[in-house]
């Protein structure tokens, strides 16, 4: 079965630090796809990333960037010169090649504090 | 605005009731998804839709069932309502239904039962 751990339930940051969120899962499938959401107070969820189980390069958008790494099972997020409109619970997420099994972490709630 | 919309925003409603939520993809997706957010659960993938057929089951309960309409919009019809069904219930759609789709997510429908 899949299976999403994100051990940090809840981070604080000063404004302008980096913050890493951990991302563990556990999937039997050799194809699978790893998600990451981002749901700010408001509420509503936001798609950030999917990266697909033969891809593990790293990837970059702006202060956001993604590690992947296959040998430990890790999908890590970090976020650079954290703002405090990152502030949001963050979802990491696994799924095979159909949605039949996809699954979510519990989330990691980052406070930035100005 | 993500183009995906939902209704209603809040309902309240006792427990034995039934309870339909609605949900418009964006324009040009042919694909829906419902997903549950509990206290108790979290986040859950209840079930897709692409192009007017059931394509992928997640952890969707017997009582609840949905279905998506020649015009594309779906529906998630909750019936015999416990205490435990209290939740903000998400849409998303996307173009093709595949997991490397980008998903966009209407605003909720939060979902009392008393």
């Known amino acids: 079965a899949q299976k999403v751990t994100q051990a940090q339930t809840e981070i604080s940051v000063v404004e302008k630090e980096d913050v890493t969120l951990d991302c563990v899962y556990e999937?039997?499938?050799?194809?699978?796809?790893l998600f990451w959401y981002k749901q700010p107070p408001s509420g509503e969820l936001v798609f950030l990333i999917r990266r697909n189980s033969f891809d593990e390069q790293n990837e970059i958008s702006g202060r956001y960037s993604w590690n992947f790494q296959k040998s430990t099972s890790s999908f890590n997020f970090t976020i650079t010169a954290s703002q405090v409109v990152d502030s949001a619970v963050y979802f990491c997420a696994v799924g095979g090649h159909n949605f039949n099994k996809f699954y979510f972490g519990s989330g990691t709630k980052l406070n930035v504090k100005p | 605005d993500s183009g995906v919309t939902q209704t209603p925003k809040h309902l309240i409603t006792a427990t034995g009731q039934r309870v339909t939520l609605r949900c418009s993809p964006r324009s040009g997706d042919l694909s829906v998804y419902w997903y549950q957010q509990s206290l108790d659960q979290g986040l859950q993938f209840l079930i897709q839709y692409y192009n007017g057929e059931e394509r992928a089951k997640g952890n969707i309960l017997e009582r609840f069932s949905a279905q998506q309409f020649p015009d594309l919009h779906s529906e998630l019809n909750l019936s015999s309502l416990e205490l435990g069904d209290s939740a903000l219930y998400f849409c998303a759609s996307s173009d093709t239904g595949a997991p490397s789709d980008t998903q966009y997510f209407g605003p909720g429908t939060r979902l009392t039962v008393l």
């Open positions: 999937t039997r499938d050799t194809t699978y796809y």
